[in-house]
Nanobody, 127 residues
């Protein structure tokens, strides 16, 4: 059974850092596009960062460029989102999703076609 398990969320002060993990089981990320998305209270879900594992191309939303980094550990079959200099307004539930349909990183982040979102992991940025 294919599964994605997100972890690493929590409470962090403004300006702090967190690293989110997305571990895959039942499949490997080799030919997938993997993305991190977030949904803040009262707002629409947005693509934060995506990675096309077939070519290494990445996409970052403008709001996180220079602060967030998406990466992949092939041996652990895990994708990470390193988040630095976090802001209060980035409090949200963060979701990891993956798609095998040859999406570019840009397209997956901006027009995801996800049937059912997982539970995500809560990130709260507060002092």
């Amino acid at each position: 059974q294919e599964r994605l398990v997100e972890s690493g969320g929590g409470l962090v002060q403004p300006g702090g850092s967190l690293r989110l993990s997305c571990a895959a089981s039942g499949f490997t990320f080799d030919h997938y596009t993997i993305g991190w998305f977030r949904q803040a209270p009262g707002k629409e879900r947005e693509g934060v960062s995506c990675l096309d594992a077939s070519n290494g191309n990445t996409y970052y939303a403008d709001s996180v460029k220079g602060r967030f980094t998406i990466s992949r550990d092939i041996a652990k079959n895990t994708v990470y989102l390193q988040m630095n200099s976090l802001k209060h307004e980035e409090t949200a539930v963060y979701y990891c999703e993956a798609d095998w349909r040859d999406y570019s990183a840009y397209l997956f982040c901006t027009e995801p076609d996800v049937d059912s979102w997982g539970q995500g992991t809560q990130v709260t940025v507060s002092s």
